[in-house]
């Protein structure tokens, strides 16, 4: 049997059409269990149009400069089933005890992270970690602070549970409804 077979062709160039690249400022964090899967939907593969948080939950914003976050995916081989490696970093340029006091609330936490990317449009807000969660597995500081860095937190599938897909998009609509629903996932 096999699990996956090509159902289309693809153009993938359009003569001055490019893809803009890098990241906004914005990251929204969600604690992987306080998503509710039940209510969250995707209509197209690939792209979540509503995604709804368990009663008294919230995400939570993080605010950095432009570029400095960073998303990626892997592609790992299986002997059974193939799957992708998701990863996120967030780069802080603050010091001080409320950012020490939120790096510590990293460990042992399980996220999804909604990653704002400098595009428009249905690329404008990627989803990582939707299957599996995101777990923290690195974390440097160093007194140097190069690039003005102080924390430089990654994120990603851990070795036991991967993606079953590259990131999936989060839009709903247009542009002014998906930011609403960002904003819905703060309040």
Not at 95 to 100: L, S
Request: proline share 2%.
């Amino acid at each position: 049997m096999d699990c996956g077979r090509i159902i289309s062709g693809l153009v993938a160039g359009a003569c001055g059409t490019m893809p803009i690249g890098g990241t906004a400022t914005r990251a929204v964090i969600i604690n992987y269990q306080d998503i509710d899967r039940d209510n969250s939907t995707e209509t197209v593969k690939g792209i979540i149009d509503t995604l709804v948080l368990k009663s008294q939950k919230k995400g939570f914003l993080f605010e950095t400069v432009q570029n400095a976050n960073e998303g990626g995916a892997s592609f790992e081989r299986g002997t059974y089933f193939d799957t992708y490696t998701h990863n996120v970093t967030l780069r802080l340029f603050t010091k001080g005890n409320e950012t020490k006091t939120w790096m510590e609330s990293l460990k042992g936490s399980r996220v999804v992270i909604l990653l704002e990317n400098r595009e428009q449009g249905e690329g404008h807000w990627e989803v990582y970690g939707w299957d599996s969660g995101l777990t923290l597995s690195e974390n440097t500081y160093s007194t140097t602070f190069a690039d003005n860095v102080v924390y430089n937190p990654t994120f990603a599938s851990d070795d036991t549970s991967h993606e079953g897909a590259l990131p999936k998009t989060f839009y709903d609509t247009d542009d002014a409804t998906t930011e609403s629903a960002i904003q819905a996932l703060l309040a």
